[in-house]
Structures are given as structure tokens and as C-alpha cells.
Nanobody, 125 residues
Framework: QVQLVESGGGSVQAGGSLRLSCVVS????????MAWFRQAPGKEREGVAG??????AYSDSVKGRFTISQDNAKNTLYLQMNSLKPEDTSMYYC????????????????????WGRGTQVTVSS
């Protein structure tokens, strides 16, 4: 069973940066699809960034500002968030899913079967 624990959220002013971490246990992260999602109150869960082997995918809303990466030695997934905007305010979730499948589904929630509890990011203007 895969367990995912996020950390690194907080409050920051617009233009600032945060780095989220997701510690993976129970499986080797580099053998899984890994991703970050976010969900604000009253909104659908949105895929932000996905990672598998050397492949990365980003939503248009964060492309050029966020970077997903993975430290295989630490079995940890990261999301570096720069130039944060108030509209980035949300609960951020780490997710993992089995290897394989269509690359085009990298940001689809249906690809992922394990989820963390989330970490809150609040960006003030």
C-alpha cells in the first residue's frame, strides 16, 4: 500500500515562492506515475503537474511557474512554485498511480489511485 504525506504549504504574498514535498512510502516512487493536484472550495480537482520517468506535464495555468521533480534517493516528490498568484490558493494533493497507460492522461485524476491528505497554500494579494 502506497502512503503519501505532503508538507510545505503555507501563506505567502503574491509573487512569492513555496516548495511542496510529498514523502512516498510503501513503494518506489520512480516506478509510479506521480502528480500534484489542487482543489479549492466549490471547484473541481485540477491536475497541476505530473511526472513519470523523464516525462513531465503541466497545466496551462502553472506552466512556466511551477516545476515538478523527484528525489529517488529520498523517495520524495516536490513541487516548486514560483511567482505565486492569489488564484493559486488551494489545497494541494500528492497522488500516485500505476506505471504505464496513456501519457495524455498524466493530469487526469482517474489515473491515480493513492492520494495524500493535502497541504494548504494561501496566496494573498
Amino acid at each position: 500500500q502506497v502512503q503519501l504525506v505532503e508538507s510545505g504549504g503555507g501563506s505567502v504574498q503574491a509573487g512569492g515562492s513555496l516548495r511542496l514535498s510529498c514523502v512516498v512510502s510503501g513503494y518506489r516512487a520512480n516506478l509510479l506515475w506521480m502528480a500534484w493536484f489542487r482543489q479549492a472550495p466549490g471547484k473541481e480537482r485540477e491536475g497541476v503537474a505530473g511526472f513519470y520517468a523523464d516525462f513531465t506535464a503541466y497545466s496551462d495555468s502553472v506552466k512556466g511557474r511551477f516545476t515538478i521533480s523527484q528525489d529517488n534517493a529520498k523517495n520524495t516528490l516536490y513541487l516548486q512554485m514560483n511567482s505565486l498568484k492569489p488564484e493559486d490558493t488551494s489545497m494541494y494533493y500528492c497522488a500516485s498511480g500505476p506505471a504505464g497507460g496513456m501519457w495524455s492522461l498524466a493530469l487526469a485524476p482517474s489515473r491515480y489511485n493513492y492520494w495524500g491528505r493535502g497541504t494548504q497554500v494561501t496566496v494573498s494579494s
